[in-house]
């Protein structure tokens, strides 16, 4: 299935709103720049049209920082706290942490590597732990714990609590694998 129903709904939402006709968003580690009357968005970076499930995130994201983002509120929370998020656990933790701990389980350190390409900062949680800025004021922290020889390696990404007043459970769980596959 593909999203091209959700994308169609998201540039109506917008177009709606009347905001101008070039956008500029800051997503991760890329800039993209949205062309609301043309409805196309292009990684600045490399000149290429966004994927779809980036063009959802960034639709989604425009709409609500319109009418005012939420704010944060400092506390965070697990994606299994979020509506319907205990049920789609499983399916979050294989896309957006399972990746994490593929990549810098051996090696934990190698997460603060991502502070040089994104916008990101370390925090003292876990053995490792950095914060990024996903979109502008939308958080994302995560946490890795060295195994040992009891138990493996792991992960955990958590979210300001206020993410849930700009995307719905779904977008979450993109946002998440996005994430995961990014840093």
């Not at 994927?51 to 319109?66: E, G, T």
């Not at 942490?97 to 051996?106: A, D, Q, S």
């Not at 502008?136 to 946490?143: E, L, R």
């Amino acid at each position: 299935m593909g999203y091209e129903t959700a994308i169609q709904k998201a540039w109506e939402n917008l177009g709606s709103l009347c905001i101008e006709k070039h956008v500029s968003v800051k997503f991760l580690a890329d800039e993209y720049s949205v062309d609301t009357q043309a409805r196309t968005i292009t990684s600045l970076s490399c000149n290429i049209p966004a994927k779809d499930y980036a063009v959802i995130l960034i639709l989604h994201y425009l709409v609500r920082k319109f009418h005012g983002l939420p704010e944060l509120t400092g506390e965070w929370i697990s994606f299994k706290e979020l509506e319907c998020g205990e049920s789609y656990y499983p399916a979050f933790r294989k896309r957006a942490i399972e990746p994490v701990i593929r990549k810098y389980g051996v090696n934990p350190e190698g997460l603060l590597a991502v502070l040089d390409r994104v916008p990101a900062k370390k925090v003292l949680q876990g053995d490792v732990g950095i914060v990024l800025e996903v979109f502008p004021g939308v958080p994302a922290q995560i946490i890795l714990w060295k195994g040992d020889e009891e138990f493996g390696p792991e992960a955990n990404m958590l979210f300001d609590r206020s993410i849930s007043g700009i995307f719905c459970t779904e977008d979450i769980a993109v946002l998440g694998g996005f994430i995961g596959h990014h840093v």
